[in-house]
């Protein structure tokens, strides 16, 4: 039997998306056959390492969010470990956890981007780093944590900038207007697009997670030459990444000018029971469970 350690929970900003995650991964590899050990992360890394030590797993299903959980961090201890583990390797999920880095990387590889700019928070403070109207966010965190829309009229850019709290770096991007498409891939696999709708001004934390704060129509209702363009995206930033098991790009449509815009990958995409991925995957006959398990299967450690 295959005895698999779930990490979970963390000490980033998605701690609490990754303790639904870690529950949800859990019970299902439990009910799929697998032995279980749940390991609840916390700040003390060498608790962490102990206990992996001690717990000695075939494989670890990384159920983590955010910084130090899917930045390569992790990855990184558990390469040194020498313990298979599910999703991204060190290298991918530190590009991808970077915007910058992982913009880069897209460019270099002919994939649409949006205009942008990374500045510090006292540039911020002092002037629009690009023609509103146009996004901030952090450059190393997810599931939307920190992401402002600053229009035209809006005098919120000062107060912003003093109150920035992740770090000396702020990514800001051109606002891309249109529909949010999202796309999972799976192995060598693009599975179906998501159109995610919501009634607040963006994709924010709370609709993400929020009982009833999204809508997630799929198949999206797009052209089906826009489906197989956004999949295709989604398919070669994977691939110019080097992620591995699943991952979720997201992007945007807008259909007034035909424009498809890559935004950025996920590599540890939420198992949560709102999560996309985990739905397109049911949409394309594999169940969470199912899931889970090929996640474990495709286990593996170094780059």
Not at 224 to 233: G, I, L, N, R, T
Not at 234 to 261: E, I, P
Request: net charge negative; aromatic share 6%; hydrophobic share 40%.
């Amino acid at each position: 039997m295959t005895h698999v350690a779930v990490l979970y929970g963390g000490i980033s900003a998605e701690r609490e998306v990754s303790l639904s995650t870690g529950r949800g991964v859990i019970a299902a590899l439990g009910e799929a056959g697998f032995r279980v050990t749940p390991v609840e992360v916390t700040q003390d890394l060498a608790a962490l390492i102990a206990t992996l030590q001690d717990a000695r797993p075939d494989v670890v299903f990384n159920a983590l969010h955010g910084r130090f959980g899917e930045d390569g961090c992790v990855q990184g201890v558990l390469d040194w470990l020498e313990i298979p583990y599910t999703h991204s390797g060190l290298r991918a999920s530190a590009m991808a956890m970077d915007k910058a880095a992982a913009k880069a990387v897209f460019q270099a590889h002919g994939l649409p981007i949006a205009e942008h700019r990374v500045v510090t928070p006292r540039e911020l403070e002092e002037a629009d780093p690009l023609a509103r109207p146009y996004v901030v966010k952090p450059v190393n965190e997810g599931s939307s944590v920190g992401v402002e829309i600053l229009r035209q009229g809006d005098n919120r850019r000062s107060e912003i900038a003093r109150g920035w709290r992740f770090g000396e770096r702020v990514m800001a991007e051109e606002y891309i207007a249109g529909r949010e498409l999202t796309v999972a891939v799976m192995g060598d696999r693009p599975l179906v697009v998501t159109e995610v709708g919501t009634g607040h001004e963006f994709y924010d934390y709370d609709a993400k997670y929020a009982d009833g704060g999204s809508q997630h129509t799929l198949p999206a209702k797009i052209p089906d030459a826009v489906a197989q363009a956004a999949m295709d995206v989604a398919l070669r930033a994977h691939g110019a990444l080097g992620c591995r098991g699943v991952s979720r790009a997201d992007l945007r449509y807008d259909d007034a000018t035909g424009r498809l815009v890559l935004l950025e990958v996920n590599t540890q995409p939420g198992m949560t029971p709102t999560s996309l991925a985990p739905e397109q995957a049911a949409y394309c006959g594999i169940d969470y469970q199912a899931l889970c398990a090929w996640l474990v299967r495709e286990a593996r450690h170094g780059a």
